[in-house]
């Protein structure tokens, strides 16, 4: 079994990814991305979980780390998180691919892994790289649309209007200030109001123009 190269240090903020083994599409629907969405919420416990967990009257109870913006692609995933408690980030990624992956391969009557390894994690060490970061996984749906949108787009509005309506990012949860699978505040606060963070977004944009 692969092992991991990080270890995660308790108050430490880390973007974590994986995608698809052989960039294999893992969300081929909209209830593949509301069923990985669910499951953000309810592995984030420090109870254990079923399949029947899955109502929306799941009450979790404390929660193990603590969330500050994702994104779903249809081979891939990004979540920025920070290390509430000690193995927290280790036990919510268990959990979640694994009750995911079973889902999945259950559906499509599969078999076999699911990702590519064991999931990755970069430690943002940095206040910078951690805006960065905010960015980053907001703007990652542009490639939908555009997927060399960093070297040649002329219309930023528009991939901003795309990125907005994304419906599998935290974006929407910031933008209407309605969180439920976001939790930050551990994190540092970049963006005081919702349109704070549409002009990071924009000025990223358009810089790349």
């Not at 779903?72 to 000690?86: A, G, Q, T, Y």
């Not at 990755?120 to 960015?135: F, G, I, R």
């Not at 703007?139 to 070297?151: G, V």
Request: aromatic share 16%; charged share 25%.
């Amino acid at each position: 079994m692969a092992q991991r190269k990080q270890t995660f240090a308790t108050g430490e903020f880390y973007h974590l990814y994986n995608r698809g083994t052989d960039k294999r599409i893992i969300f081929a629907n909209k209830t593949d991305y509301d069923h990985f969405l669910n499951l953000m919420y309810v592995c984030n416990t420090t109870r254990s979980i079923e399949l029947r967990d899955m109502g929306k009257n799941f009450e979790r109870g404390e929660t193990i780390v603590n969330i500050g913006a994702y994104c779903l692609m249809p081979n891939h995933f990004h979540i920025l998180v920070h290390e509430k408690i000690d193995g927290g980030i280790s036990k919510y990624m268990l959990k979640l691919m694994t009750s995911y992956s079973m889902y999945f391969n259950k559906k499509y009557d599969r078999t076999g892994k699911l990702y590519e390894g064991v999931f990755k994690s970069s430690h943002a060490s940095s206040d910078p790289y951690l805006k960065y970061l905010y960015s980053y996984i907001h703007l990652n749906p542009a490639k939908l649309i555009d997927k060399n949108w960093r070297k040649k787009t002329r219309d930023p509005l528009k991939l901003l209007k795309f990125t907005y309506s994304y419906p599998y990012s935290s974006i929407m949860e910031y933008a209407n200030s309605k969180f439920t699978i976001i939790n930050h505040a551990q994190f540092p606060a970049f963006f005081k109001e919702p349109s704070d963070q549409k002009k990071e977004l924009f000025e990223w944009l358009d810089f790349e123009c």
